[in-house]
């Protein structure tokens, strides 16, 4: 298979040996400058990322989990605060909540999206907003963005804030009909998280996020928590962090952004072809997505009946796999405290126990996603056999 290399689930190789010449470049420029903390490299960074995402500001900051907590921190978000967002995510969304001080309260998923539930959303809101309830975190999950109409408009009606966690979903779009535009994610709430880490659509060669916002307020707030707090050398206005995008990153993320949009654009031609090859798989659930969203497939995560009996036939047949999430935030050990249990949020727990993710890279072949598709049929042909 493959030459005998199998299918990895990412390729970060391919694409830097491609651009190898134009980062080398941007490499050499920064050493050349000295200047690897800050300065003109990152700023035209900030600026450009900004541009791409429809927003004003742009603030380079030292990872996707910084992004999510200096933005919170700038808004005033802290102790005895209540932050609402969903256990089928990464660690960070909530690191950054409880690292503020503020609590973190679940509410369960969409089973069709994954993404958060806007009807338990405003169950939710309904029975508790008020008093310590002061933001939303949705997260748009493996690419494809939450319905931020219908969130926005909690939001109105309760008077909160919106955070987005964009970390997965750098240049995915929804069509607000609110504002009869598709708007790119980190341009509809009042900031938006990104992560670099180096296996996203838009990679760093390490670490790196960014936050976007349209609050010039809230930026300035954040470049200085993001620089031990200070807003010119030695004068701290508030305590802060070392948190801060340095040149080196900022210039290959530089050569990198104008591919964005064409690897995404691969991504989605990806997606669909992955649609067609496994409709018929009698096992396998393929992804929706919404009428009012552009996924950028940072993941192609199905739900399979099975799941790890598969994900083992999979690695036996050499095709690498992921699961994202298969412990829910809720019932992670290290969060006990917040006194969840078992069954209080069943979309998610069900969810956890059948989401598989495919192998997803703008560089994948079709005939490599030709051999994922037979494996699988393969796999739940010879279930139905032996069960006969």
Partial sequence: MNSGKGIPFVDLVSPHVALQDELLNAVKGVLTTGMFIGGPVVEKFERDFAEFCGSKHCVGVSS??????????????????????VPNTFVATIEAIVQTGATPHFVDIDPQTFNISVSA???YLKANA?????????????????????????????????????CQAHGSEYF????????????????????????????????A????????????????????????????????YNGRLDAMQAALLQVKLPYLSGWNATR?????????????????????ESDQSRSVYHLYVVRAKE????????????????????????????????????????????????????????????TEQELVAQALVEFYQSQHVGSK
């Fill in 307 to 366: 799941r790890d009996e598969l994900q083992k036939h999979l690695t036996e047949k050499a095709i690498s796999s992921g699961l994202h999430y298969p412990i829910p935030l809720h019932l992670q050990k290290g969060y006990e405290f917040l006194g969840y249990r078992q069954g209080d949020f069943p979309v998610t727990e069900k969810l956890a126990r059948e989401i598989l993710s495919l192998p997803m890279f703008p560089q994948l072949l079709k």
């Fill in 268 to 288: 989605r031609e990806l997606a669909k072809n992955y649609d067609k090859l496994l409709a018929g798989v009698d096992g396998i659930t393929t992804p929706t």
């Fill in 64 to 85: 996707g989990t910084d992004a999510l907590r200096f933005a919170l921190m700038a808004a005033g978000i802290g102790k005895g605060d209540i932050v609402v967002t």
């Fill in 121 to 123: 959303l405003g169950d």
């Fill in 209 to 240: 996020g960014a936050v976007t916002t349209d609050d010039e307020a809230l930026a300035q707030r954040m470049r200085m928590i993001r620089d031990h707090g200070q807003n010119k050398k030695y004068h701290h206005l508030v305590e802060g």
């Fill in 176 to 207: 607000s009909k609110a504002n009869n535009r598709w708007q790119k994610a980190g341009s509809v709430g009042k900031a938006g998280a990104f992560s670099f880490y180096p296996g996203k659509n838009l990679g760093a060669c390490g670490e």
């Fill in 130 to 166: 008020g008093g310590a309830v002061k933001a939303i975190l949705p997260v748009h999950l493996y690419g494809q963005m939450c319905d931020m109409d219908a969130i926005m408009d909690l939001a109105r009606q309760y008077n909160l804030l919106v955070f987005e966690d964009a």
